[in-house]
């Protein structure tokens, strides 16, 4: 039987496709859709190591290329020790049908996830309820743990009235630690939860007026200020280098890379584009969001790509100049005089 996968095309609509991703990013997310290791539950195991192979790719440009998607798109989840990979967008534009096989098909693929979370995290996104009930039935609640472990203590108890009460006892220790490491557990993934939900709230980094150019800069975040060393540096560098010691709009400006760029390294990226901007005399904001826009469309991320890409172009530079050094054909010497009628006698 063949196995085929289907892609809206809404999906080329999609603001972070449309604006956001690079053209890798979009090779990317369509081998991500329709690779040859998805299944119909979205959920599938796949290495690094397969994908570099099958796209080409060096598996440095894979592990960039997931960290994007995942941290800055939050596209997709990885679980580097079962290697399972989750589309988080994966029930929204493939689950619509709820046949008898597509069920079948969706129930025995989920028994193979060792991953529970993932199932949790790909359930969120399928609107049709049959299919969700199923995703949703191989995540236990913590109240049908609490009342199984109930049970389990019952019978335990039980049990121990033929047996020595020093074993029993053992045995329902053993239950109930390993209980409280689930809850633990659960608690910890809530909290995660909601650290990412508030750094995906919080408002972009802005510098307190109220406060002096001399003191450490600060970012205010949902109404605290937080010192931090990133906005101290690139402050630093703007101030002692001539950009304008009194525009706080265009620190305010310049500050906003360092949270709403796909940039790796946002602090050292920036004042790289800086230092560029002081060598060419050119100290202005609009000159080094022009370097920063420039790089982020080409896909350089970090130092190392940017002084790769920078020598790159010098060696092609001095390569063209060599070239056009050495004129083709026969140099003609200076001084000479075409004399057509030479040799003719009258």
Same mark, same amino acid.
């Given at each position: %039987?063949?196995?085929?996968?289907?892609i809206?095309?809404?999906l080329?609509?999609?603001?972070?496709?449309?604006?956001? %991703?690079?053209?890798?990013d979009?090779?990317?997310?369509?081998?991500?859709l329709?690779?040859?290791c998805?299944?119909?539950?979205? &959920?599938?195991?796949i290495?690094k190591?397969q994908?570099?192979?099958?796209? *080409?790719?060096?598996?440095?440009s894979v592990q960039?290329? %997931?960290?994007?998607?995942i941290?800055?798109?939050k /596209?997709?989840?990885?679980? $580097?020790?079962?290697r399972? /990979?989750?589309? +988080?967008?994966?029930?929204?534009?493939n689950?619509?049908? =709820? *046949?008898?096989?597509v069920m079948?098909c969706i129930? +025995?693929?989920?028994k193979?996830?060792k991953?529970i979370?993932?199932i949790q995290?790909?359930a969120?996104?399928i609107?049709?309820?049959e299919?969700?009930n199923?995703?949703? @039935?191989f =995540?236990?609640p913590?109240?049908?743990l609490?009342e199984?472990?109930?049970?389990n203590?019952e019978? #335990?108890?039980?049990?121990?009235?033929c047996?020595?009460?020093e074993?029993?006892?053992?045995?329902?220790?053993? #239950?109930? *630690?390993?209980?409280?490491k689930q809850?633990?557990n659960?608690k910890?993934?809530?909290?995660e939860?909601q650290?990412?939900?508030?750094k995906?709230k919080? $408002?972009a $980094?802005t #510098?307190?007026?109220?406060?002096d !150019?001399?003191?450490?800069p600060?970012?205010?975040?949902?109404?605290?200020?937080?010192?931090?060393?990133?906005?101290?540096?690139?402050i630093?560098f703007?101030d002692?280098n001539g950009?304008g010691?009194s525009n706080l709009?265009?620190?305010?400006q310049?500050?906003?890379?360092?949270?709403? @760029?796909?940039f790796?390294?946002?602090?050292?990226? &920036?004042?790289?584009?800086?230092?560029i901007a =002081?060598?060419?005399?050119?100290?202005?904001?609009?000159?080094?969001?022009g370097?920063?826009?420039?790089?982020?469309?080409?896909?350089?991320?970090?130092?190392?790509?940017?002084?790769?890409?920078q020598?790159?172009e010098?060696s !092609?530079q001095k390569?063209?100049?060599?070239?056009n050094?050495? $004129?083709a054909g026969?140099?003609?010497?200076s001084?000479?005089v075409l004399? #057509?009628?030479? *040799?003719?006698e009258e």
């Amino acid at each position: %039987m063949a196995k085929y996968r289907v892609i809206w095309t809404n999906l080329w609509n999609d603001p972070i496709v449309l604006e956001e %991703m690079t053209p890798e990013d979009k090779l990317f997310y369509v081998y991500l859709l329709t690779g040859p290791c998805t299944t119909q539950t979205g &959920i599938y195991r796949i290495t690094k190591k397969q994908i570099a192979f099958e796209l *080409g790719y060096s598996i440095d440009s894979v592990q960039l290329l %997931m960290e994007r998607f995942i941290h800055h798109y939050k /596209l997709i989840r990885y679980n $580097p020790e079962t290697r399972e /990979l989750a589309i +988080k967008n994966w029930g929204k534009e493939n689950l619509h049908k =709820c *046949g008898k096989a597509v069920m079948d098909c969706i129930t +025995k693929e989920l028994k193979d996830v060792k991953d529970i979370s993932l199932i949790q995290y790909v359930a969120e996104s399928i609107e049709k309820e049959e299919i969700r009930n199923i995703y949703d @039935s191989f =995540c236990e609640p913590e109240e049908s743990l609490n009342e199984e472990d109930n049970q389990n203590e019952e019978n #335990i108890f039980e049990e121990s009235e033929c047996e020595d009460p020093e074993e029993a006892s053992l045995q329902l220790f053993t #239950i109930r *630690g390993e209980k409280e490491k689930q809850k633990e557990n659960k608690k910890e993934n809530k909290k995660e939860k909601q650290q990412q939900k508030e750094k995906q709230k919080a $408002p972009a $980094p802005t #510098i307190e007026k109220e406060q002096d !150019l001399d003191t450490t800069p600060s970012i205010v975040v949902q109404g605290h200020t937080v010192q931090t060393d990133d906005v101290k540096e690139i402050i630093e560098f703007w101030d002692k280098n001539g950009f304008g010691l009194s525009n706080l709009n265009a620190k305010e400006q310049l500050l906003l890379w360092l949270t709403n @760029s796909s940039f790796l390294q946002p602090k050292a990226v &920036i004042l790289k584009a800086m230092e560029i901007a =002081c060598a060419n005399n050119k100290r202005r904001l609009n000159y080094v969001a022009g370097i920063l826009r420039n790089w982020e469309n080409e896909s350089l991320l970090t130092v190392e790509e940017i002084d790769l890409n920078q020598e790159n172009e010098r060696s !092609l530079q001095k390569f063209k100049q060599s070239t056009n050094s050495f $004129p083709a054909g026969r140099a003609i010497p200076s001084g000479f005089v075409l004399d #057509i009628t030479a *040799g003719e006698e009258e």
